[in-house]
């Protein structure tokens, strides 16, 4: 029994080391969109034209972080949320009571997430995916992967309409009678995602004022946001999701593969999906970043290849955390993925009190490349607080209040003092 125990826990160390990792690759990804206005996520031609160190910036994101720390952190999900019903089964608790109960009080922090600190939730999307998650939780590894398919196929196909439409529209070869309607859409997204969007201006004067400004553009002109994001994300997302969960039953992402094998996923995921995705980024530098290469390229050209390197970035990680990890870098890093939830969420307000105008008021005025600095300051308070914490308490803060909601009963959070 004791050798089991043993071997469980290392299991549940590794998963819970990468999801660190993947806590700690989501705050990379939304920096920017934490600093800038939204349009420079996606554009560093956005406020004009960028320096050399910006655009390399830009470039690597887009072929080696942007869609793929996300991608990641939606495998986790898949992941732990088999591990949460399993749980709950073998505690005699109705699985599906645990799971929806989690799904809501996940979903009213997204929310609470979205209006009170930052645009930039995924909670209210994972809560959405989550409600279907549950209906896949007992098929194979085969036909998850199988089931993930048409969910990929949607998520690329319904933007792909749109972005050939425009495409069309941009080179002038729409029929008559649909051309005057994109050409118009074409416009309204040039103005929103192109280069020197006059968008920039008017989002830096809205986040650099106070915070009743903002609360109100967020429940009044962003109220359906949630909603929307769902609506265009859900689709890749559930396709990442069942990725996680076959990933997880197929033993990958407990850390039980040899390390050869991780080696050979890795490289192999890499060398497919690296080649396209410097493509991309080349193709929207060399159509001066206009909306249409940037839609094309973000949502709809990449995502197969974002999806492979983000298998191949899980890969990696696994790799170095079984082969070049010392134990106390590993609990370090397992500390942090236990509490990815407060992490994540703390790491909102921590961003928005130094750029926005109720705090430190920064917004709008540090480049992309210096804004890492803030990103590993984070990365090194996450690291630093994560560990000690759990070693007094149970679970992290929200984690515990999350759970206290879920079951609907105040669970214990202090760990308890050895007897005497």
């Not at 080696?263 to 159509?287: E, G, H, N, S």
């Not at 920064?362 to 996450?382: D, E, H, K, N, V």
Request: with cysteine.
């Amino acid at each position: 029994m004791a050798i089991d125990a043993t071997a469980a826990a290392d299991r549940l160390i590794s998963l819970d080391a990468i999801r660190g990792v993947a806590v700690m690759g989501i705050l990379a990804m939304n920096i920017v969109a934490f600093a800038l206005p939204f349009p420079a996520y996606s554009n560093p031609a956005a406020g004009g034209p960028p320096d050399g160190l910006d655009l390399a910036t830009w470039f690597f994101n887009f072929v080696l972080v942007d869609s793929k720390m996300r991608g990641m952190f939606s495998l986790l999900f898949g992941a732990s949320t088999l591990l949460v019903i399993d749980g709950a089964a073998m505690a005699g608790r109705s699985p599906a009571g645990s799971h929806y109960s989690r799904m809501f009080w996940l979903g009213l922090f997204g929310l609470a997430h979205f209006y009170l600190i930052w645009f930039g939730d995924i909670l209210f999307l994972y809560a959405m995916c989550g409600l279907l998650l549950y209906l896949f939780r007992n098929l194979s590894v085969k036909a998850l992967l199988l089931w993930s398919l048409p969910f990929f196929f949607v998520g690329i196909g319904l933007p792909g309409s749109l972005w050939t439409t425009l495409s069309m529209a941009q080179a002038g070869t729409l029929p008559a009678e649909a051309a005057a309607g994109m050409q118009e859409a074409l416009r309204q997204m040039n103005a929103n995602m192109g280069p020197s969007t006059p968008i920039y201006a008017q989002k830096t004067a809205l986040y650099l004022g106070n915070y009743a400004s903002v609360l109100e553009h967020r429940t009044g002109e962003m109220v359906a946001d949630p909603l929307s994001f769902v609506g265009m994300f859900l689709w890749e997302t559930m396709g990442l999701m069942l990725i996680g969960m076959a990933l997880f039953k197929s033993r990958m992402l407990s850390g039980e593969w040899e390390v050869a094998r991780y080696r050979k996923w890795a490289v192999v995921c890499f060398l497919i999906a690296t080649p396209p995705l410097v493509m991309l980024a080349l193709y929207q530098m060399r159509a001066g970043f206009d909306a249409v290469s940037i839609f094309g390229s973000s949502m709809v050209l990449s995502i197969p290849f974002d999806t492979l390197m983000t298998v191949g970035w899980t890969a990696l990680i696994m790799l170095l955390i079984k082969s070049a990890l010392s134990d106390a870098a590993r609990a370090r890093l397992a500390a942090t993925g236990r509490m990815a939830f407060t992490n994540y969420l703390v790491t909102s307000i921590v961003m928005t009190t130094i750029f926005y105008g109720h705090g430190l008021g920064l917004f709008g005025s540090i480049g992309r490349a210096t804004l890492y600095l803030f990103c590993f300051g984070m990365w090194a308070a996450m690291l630093l607080w994560s560990k000690p914490w759990l070693e007094r308490f149970q679970y992290g803060p929200l984690e515990w209040l999350w759970r206290s909601l879920s079951r609907w009963q105040v669970q214990p959070l202090r760990i308890a003092a050895p007897a005497q």
